[in-house]
């Protein structure tokens, strides 16, 4: 990105200050005391559930009134409530799709500048700029509607960047990305927050990722407050123990593969030639050609650089997309009387033989707390009450999600909300499993458990799909890989 001016950046003040949502018990963050000097550049770590993005929705001013939760102590932003301040912060969220305001790339990006009345001609240049350093390369008239995940993504960094913010916070944004737009992203932003002098904080749970350009690591606690802040370097060698247990990505440490039976039983769905697009058979197809089968207690690994496909061929395999072309068709022992074409399946059909989990997990809620929300599909199914308890109270235990039972699935941090996502499917015991970034949003701790857990579903004979960027999740589990990258359509 070519140089800008510079601008000073902004100072963070945090004295005894915490945040709790409201309808939760504990505060998401606790007796937080914690100074950010002007021009640093922070990695934030800590557990799921530790309180980063909370965190950080308050240095951006976001969290909302009291209706919403309640605070205490204060968070300054250069001496003042971050909610003053939104003009001097840019955030970029877990959730892209949150942050798409506009119908076209670079309106989109361009909005934020709009709104500090930035001038014309300095907007423009900007959204040029700020597209090229991302490395989105679309026209400013496409449509942000028929972006991926990793490209929204892009996005949001792109809108974040134009305003030249003094603080620049960022949440998960390599997350969706593929191996080379991770690096080409955490590049952009050094170069950056160099350009501009900006203070930067970042969560991202893979540590490695940002090593390089950062020159310093803070630990939240899970219980509250600091657990460890120091040189990069020196907290990662002084506190590696202490941090592993925390769930913390140490670099070096290794991750333990899950043992699996490998038990192989009959084929469940079978796709040759399949042609896949966004807008079903009635719009163009974004990949083509593919061969697929999945197999009782197999898994498959689908990859691929950002803008592949590769979502929409798991909509399309859960039967919520139909094909553009080919064949894709149901064997008879999972279809079960059905029929074998998944996307003429009814609700209650699909519930028990396609479970899917899309990419944004709040995409599938429909409850008000994690309890309700676990029983919507068992309900569906007309599973009896005690039954429904049962299978409700053991998901909750085994996916560590049990003591917030009673809480808003809105409320949940993203790696929370990621994991109940996953356990809502599981509810309703289908056969089939597709799953998109299943271990986006993990801890160490809560994806060595996730993992496991999957294992043990292959080992039982269900059949998995599985979106993914983690190389890790690909050496733990896939029996297969499937690359996108050389499917794109004609």
């Known amino acids: 990105m070519p140089s800008v001016s510079a601008q000073a950046g902004a100072r963070v003040i945090a004295r005894g200050w915490g945040w709790r949502h409201a309808g939760r018990r504990a505060h998401a963050v606790s007796a937080l005391d914690l100074v950010i000097e002007p021009g640093e550049r922070v990695l934030l770590l800590g557990a799921s559930g530790a309180g980063k993005s909370t965190l950080l929705a308050g240095l951006a001013g976001v969290l909302g009134g009291d209706e919403d939760g309640d605070s205490e102590g204060e968070l300054l932003v250069d001496g003042r409530e971050p909610a003053s301040q939104r003009g001097r912060v840019g955030l970029v969220l877990q959730d892209p799709d949150s942050q798409v305001v506009l119908a076209r790339v670079g309106d989109d990006v361009a909005f934020g500048c709009e709104n500090l009345a930035v001038p014309r001609d300095e907007i423009w240049r900007r959204v040029h700029e700020s597209l090229e350093a991302v490395g989105l390369d679309l026209p400013l008239g496409a449509s942000t509607t028929e972006l991926s995940g990793g490209q929204k993504q892009r996005l949001a960094l792109a809108g974040a960047l134009a305003m030249r913010p003094g603080l620049l916070l960022l949440d998960e944004p390599t997350a969706n990305l593929d191996p080379a737009g991770v690096v080409e992203v955490r590049d952009a932003v050094a170069r950056v927050s160099e350009s501009t002098g900006a203070t930067l904080v970042v969560v991202e749970h893979r540590v490695s990722v940002w090593l390089p350009v950062v020159d310093r690591v803070v630990v939240l606690a899970a219980g509250g407050g600091v657990l460890a802040d120091g040189r990069p370097d020196d907290v990662l060698r002084a506190e590696r123990d202490t941090l592993t247990t925390a769930g913390v990505w140490v670099p070096g440490v290794d991750l333990p593969v899950p043992s699996r039976r490998r038990v192989v039983g009959e084929p469940l769905l079978e796709a040759t030639g399949l042609a896949v697009g966004r807008r079903g058979a009635r719009g163009p197809a974004v990949a083509a050609d593919i061969d697929l089968r999945v197999v009782a207690g197999r898994a498959v690994a689908v990859t691929g650089a950002n803008g592949a496909g590769k979502s929409t061929l798991a909509l399309t395999v859960a039967g919520l997309l139909p094909p553009v072309g080919g064949r894709f068709a149901a064997s008879p022992a999972l279809a079960a009387g059905a ?45 009896p009450g005690p039954e429904i308890d049962g299978r409700v109270d053991a998901l909750l235990e085994r996916l ?20 109940l996502s996953v356990a809502t499917i599981l509810a309703s015991r289908p056969s089939v499993l597709v799953l998109d970034e299943p271990t986006f949003g993990q801890d160490a701790r809560t994806w060595r458990e996730l993992v496991a857990f999957l294992a043990e579903l292959l080992d039982d004979g269900r059949g998995v799909v599985a979106v993914t960027h983690d190389a890790d999740l690909v050496s733990a589990l896939a029996d297969d890989v ?7 359509a004609a």
């Open 339 to 383: 029929g074998t074409s998944p996307i003429r399946w009814r609700p209650r059909e699909l519930l028990t033989r396609i479970g899917t989990v899309f990419q944004d997990p709040e995409h599938q809620f429909l409850s008000t707390t994690l309890r309700r929300e676990l029983a919507v599909g068992p309900r569906a199914l007309a599973v």
């Open 482 to 488: 499937l690359d996108l990258s050389s499917r794109g």
């Open 400 to 419: 560590r999600l049990d003591h917030l039972a009673a809480a808003n699935p809105f409320t949940l941090s993203g790696g929370e909300k990621r994991r």
